[in-house]
DNA sequence: TTATTATTGAGATTCATTTTCAATTATAGC
DNA sequence: GCTATAATTGAAAATGAATCTCAATAATAA
């Protein structure tokens, strides 16, 4: 939309293309369609919701090409994985962005996203104290933000039906898997 | 197998059968069995190696059961999510242990356990500024184990080829679902 | 003991993700 | 520009974790 958008996706294609090139890969329009419509999203997305951004704007990428982008836009860092929620993964665009972390409402979704410097001193030292090398990290906190607080204060009875527990209780979960085996959130930015 | 970890399950089973009576359900054995069985796996685990643990014990419990019963060990504290990975989620039994955070090996999958008390003061801190009543964390660090480190500084030739690169890189990641629609990591602990 | 109804297991179902495979097309070399 | 090579694509099938259905079973309260 504005030019600011639209000069991050460039940027981004760009990267991409040095990335193909240096890993001996082949670049397609799909690719690159697939790119500039994620940095047009402002949001957390998931696969479905790209696949039909793409689709209404008649981009026709089928979804297979969509999640077979998808580790070669994170191996490339253009995007990461942010959480996984209702069965599948959420993505976020990186590049152009500083390093942030999620604030999240258990009651009402609500994400917030932070950015604080005292992580990285504990991650050195906790890193210093194991032996490792860190290279990124990943916190979220949970809790009610202010609207959901004072609903709970105002809510007298309490909720002791069973019929409200949900399933898949996951909460910021996901892995970087060492086998090339089968494998298998709200979405503010 | 030892007397510690016998009572730690009996504990639990008893926080559970509270747990049960107050949200006015009723409890199994297979549901005791589940328990005993957690709380006799010191490792983060999956549904797959709880089930055939149980089955290798002559306990014929469903998958279903062990799906069912997995919101009402989350719910009534003893268990949680640590993180999603090749495909499907990954828990820890936490009743009677202190809460940790992970350090995570992004080359062998090492998972190392960690505690620190200053991530408590970020949280209280970005809680305030944000109006958010925080009442957990997820803080997982991400790098190179000391091996894997020194793996790496020997070996001159880089990995450059695509065939190495893995779908769902997804790295601890999972929310509580609002909908009680469908819905869809090594294990040191 | 009985009535009620939650729970179980087996199997069907769902749905995100991966795989297969034939057709297409990006790149390198000429 | 033309060709050969092999990566990429889309459509459809396959996979697999998680959920649901439903009849049989069994935990609780009366
Ligand atoms: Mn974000
Ligand atoms: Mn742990
Ligand atoms: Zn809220
Ligand atoms: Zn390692």
Known sequence: MNLNNNSTAMDA???FRE??????LRNTPEREMIIEEIFAI??????D???LRLRNKKKRISKASLYRAIP??????LIKEVYFENGHLHYEHIYGHKHHCHLRCVSCGRIVEFADDEIVSIQNKIGKNYGFAITS???ELL????QCEQKQKTCTERNTSIKTLK?????DMSIQTKNPHNQRGDTRR
Do not use: P, T
């Not at 990335?19 to 001996?24: A, V």
């Not at 399933?167 to 909460?171: D, F, G, L, T």
């Open 143 to 146: 809790g009610y933000c202010s």
């Open 13 to 15: 294609i760009q990267k």
């Open 49 to 51: 919701e790209l696949f």
């Open 167 to 171: 399933r898949h209780q996951a909460i």
């Open 19 to 24: 990335y193909i090139k240096e890993k001996g």
């Open 42 to 47: 402002h949001n957390h997305f998931d696969v």
């Open 72 to 77: 070669l836009l994170i191996d490339s860092g």
């Open 137 to 139: 990290h990943r916190f």
